[in-house]
C-alpha cells in the first residue's frame, strides 16, 4: 500500500534561454526551423487518444510568407463533436479516481518533456505558425508552459492541504472533487503557453476536457498534444478539435454535462458564450462553471517626475513586442507635455533600428500580424487615424501583405482623448497616445479610469512616490495587472497571477493556486467518533 504524503515544493521560474549568436540553443533552434519548413504535417483530430482524419481540410501556413504551407488540418464535424465529449465523459472517470499525485507526475513530465527534449520543436512550431521571434517564444511556449505545469502542481498541493478544524469526537475534511462533467477549452493564437494550461489547469485537477485550438495556432497545439500523449495522459483525458467554433458549440453548449468552461479570446465571443449558457440552463446537471480572459485596452501612464528614456523602452516594449498581439500589450499612453518632446525623440531612435520580417532572420524584432483579417483590421484604424484632424500619424503606419502580413510600429498622437484608437481594442502593433498638461495628472488619471470598458493591464512610470500612490489609489480598478515603472506585458508565473475584470474576464488568475479553485466542486465530510445517542439537549433538563 502507497501511504506515502506527497508535498511537492515550491519550483523555481524555467530559465530563458537568449539564443546568442553561436549558442547551443541558437544552433539546434535555426535546424528544428528548417525541418519543420522542409515537411507538410497532416494534423488530425485527436478523440480518446485516437487520430480522426474528416477530409475536411483547412491550411497551416506561416503568417510571414502566407504561400508556405506548413500543415493540413482536419475539421470536425458534430458527429466528433459528440464523440469527443463521451471520450472526455469515459476518460474523467479512470482520470478522476486516480491519486492527485500521479496526476502530478504526469504533469510534471510533460514540463520535463518541454524542458529537455521536445523545446526546440514547440519554440519552432509557435514561430513559424504563431509568427514569433526566439526570445518570444522561448518565453511562451517554453518557459511559460512548463512554469504553468510546475507551478500548478504545486499549487494544487497547497489546495488539497487546505482542510478544515476538526475537534475533540469530531474529524472534519473537505474533499476537493472534480467538476460533475466536461470542460470545454476555447485557446486563442496568441499564446502556446495559454493554450497549454487552458486544458492542464482543469486537468490537474482531475477534470477531462474537450479542446477547440485556434485555427492559427494549430501547429504548435498539434505537438502539445503529442507531447500529453508521451507523457503518460490517458486517452480521451484531452481531446483536440481543430474546426470552425458554430460547428463545435451547437453541441457543446446543449450537452446536459457541460461542467465549465476556460476561455481565453474575445470579450464578444466570451459574452456569446454566456447567453448561450443562459438560454440552455434548464438542461445543465450543474451551472456551469465559466473562466475567461478577454480583451483589454491597456495603458502607460507617464507622469512628470518619469524618466523619460524609461518610458520609451516601456511604450516600444510593451507596444510592439510580438506585434503587439498580447491582451496586455499597451495600446493607449498619456504623456505630459514637458516629457513628450524626449519621450518621442526616444521613441523615434529606437523604431528607427527595429527590424521587421521572417521569424528565420534573428535580427527581426517585428514579424507579422497573425492572418489577412487581422491585417485588414488593424490597418483600417491606422487608415481613420489618417483621415481625421484628430489625430496624426507620428511614426509607422503602412502596411504590406503581398509575402506576409506585415504592419510597421505605429504610433498615432491624438488631441482627442476618446478618438477611436483610444478606446477600442485593435490588437496590433499601434500605440495611440494622448499629451496632457503637466497640471492635469488626477484628471488624466480619472480619464484613463473611465475611457476604456476593459481592465486588464495597466502601468504607471513616475518617480514622485506620492504621484504612484495617487495612480495607485485611482486606478484601483483599471487593471488587474498593474504594473510600477514597467511596461504592462510579461506577468511571469507565480510571481504576477495574470488576469483582468470589467470587459477583460473573470479575474480568475491563471498562475495562482485561484484558477484551480474555480475546477473543483468542494465536498465537506464530517464524521462523529460517539454518535449521540439521546435526543434532548441539557436545556430540556429540569432542575
Known amino acids: 500500500m502507497n501511504n506515502s504524503v506527497f508535498n511537492f515544493q515550491l519550483p523555481k521560474n524555467e530559465p530563458i534561454l537568449m539564443y546568442a549568436p553561436g549558442s547551443p540553443e541558437r544552433i539546434a533552434l535555426k535546424k528544428e526551423l528548417e525541418r519543420q519548413k522542409s515537411i507538410q504535417l497532416e494534423i488530425p483530430l485527436i478523440i480518446g487518444g485516437k487520430e480522426i482524419k474528416t477530409g475536411k481540410l483547412g491550411k497551416v501556413v506561416m503568417p510571414h510568407d502566407h504561400s508556405h504551407i506548413l500543415a493540413n488540418y482536419h475539421m470536425t464535424t458534430e458527429k466528433e463533436v459528440k464523440m469527443a465529449i463521451e471520450a472526455a465523459l469515459k476518460a474523467k472517470e479512470i482520470w478522476s479516481n486516480m491519486p492527485w499525485e500521479d496526476r502530478a507526475k504526469i504533469t510534471l513530465k510533460v514540463a520535463d518533456l518541454i524542458a529537455q527534449k521536445y523545446r526546440f520543436v514547440l519554440n519552432a512550431a509557435t514561430m513559424l505558425g504563431q509568427s514569433k521571434n526566439p526570445y518570444q517564444a522561448e518565453i511562451d511556449s517554453a518557459c511559460e508552459v512548463i512554469d504553468f505545469l510546475r507551478f500548478n502542481v504545486y499549487f494544487a498541493n497547497e489546495i488539497y492541504k487546505d482542510q478544515p478544524i476538526s475537534v475533540d469526537g469530531i474529524i472534519n475534511k473537505t474533499e476537493y472533487r472534480p467538476l460533475e462533467g466536461f470542460v470545454f477549452t476555447v485557446s486563442p493564437f496568441n499564446f502556446t503557453a495559454i493554450a497549454s494550461n487552458l486544458n492542464m489547469s482543469p486537468v490537474i485537477m482531475g477534470n477531462s476536457t474537450v479542446w477547440k485550438p485556434a485555427t492559427t495556432s494549430i501547429l504548435s497545439n498539434y505537438y502539445l498534444m503529442k507531447i500529453f500523449k508521451e507523457a503518460g495522459m490517458p486517452d480521451g483525458v484531452i481531446n483536440f478539435l481543430p474546426g470552425p467554433g458554430s460547428v463545435i458549440g451547437k453541441e457543446i453548449f446543449a450537452h446536459r454535462d457541460l461542467a465549465g468552461i476556460h476561455f481565453t479570446g474575445s470579450t464578444n465571443t466570451f459574452n456569446l458564450f454566456w447567453r448561450q449558457l443562459g438560454e440552455n440552463l434548464p438542461r445543465y446537471k450543474n451551472y456551469p462553471k465559466i473562466v475567461g480572459e478577454t480583451g483589454g485596452k491597456d495603458f502607460i501612464v507617464a507622469h512628470p517626475s518619469a524618466n523619460a528614456d524609461e518610458v520609451a523602452v516601456g511604450m516600444v516594449r510593451g507596444s510592439f513586442e510580438y506585434q503587439g498581439q498580447k491582451c496586455s500589450a499597451s495600446s493607449r499612453a498619456y504623456i505630459p507635455t514637458s516629457l513628450w518632446p524626449t519621450v518621442k525623440a526616444n521613441i523615434g531612435k529606437m523604431l528607427a533600428e527595429i527590424k521587421m520580417g521572417d521569424v528565420s532572420d534573428f535580427s527581426n524584432f517585428v514579424n507579422a500580424v497573425i492572418d489577412e483579417a487581422s491585417f485588414d483590421n488593424i490597418m483600417s484604424y491606422i ?109 511571469v508565473v507565480g510571481q504576477q497571477p495574470f488576469g483582468g475584470a470589467r470587459g477583460s474576464g473573470t479575474n480568475d488568475k491563471a498562475g495562482s493556486s485561484l484558477n484551480l479553485l474555480r475546477w473543483v466542486n468542494p465536498r465537506t465530510i464530517k464524521e462523529t467518533l460517539v454518535p449521540a445517542t439521546e435526543f434532548k439537549y441539557p436545556f430540556l433538563l429540569e432542575a
Open 383 to 491: 487608415d481613420k487615424a489618417k483621415d481625421t484632424k484628430d489625430a496624426e500619424i507620428v511614426f509607422g503606419g503602412k502596411g504590406d501583405k503581398s509575402k506576409g502580413y506585415f504592419i510597421e510600429p505605429t504610433v498615432i498622437k491624438t488631441n482627442n482623448p476618446h478618438f477611436i484608437t483610444m478606446e477600442e481594442e485593435i490588437f496590433g502593433p499601434v500605440l495611440t497616445l494622448f499629451v496632457y498638461e503637466d497640471d492635469k495628472f488626477e484628471e488624466t488619471l480619472d480619464l484613463v479610469d473611465a475611457t476604456s470598458p476593459y481592465a486588464l493591464t495597466g502601468a504607471i512610470f513616475a518617480t514622485d512616490r506620492m504621484a504612484i500612490i495617487k495612480a495607485y489609489e485611482k486606478l484601483r480598478y483599471a487593471a488587474g495587472n498593474f504594473y510600477i515603472n514597467d511596461k504592462p506585458t510579461g506577468a
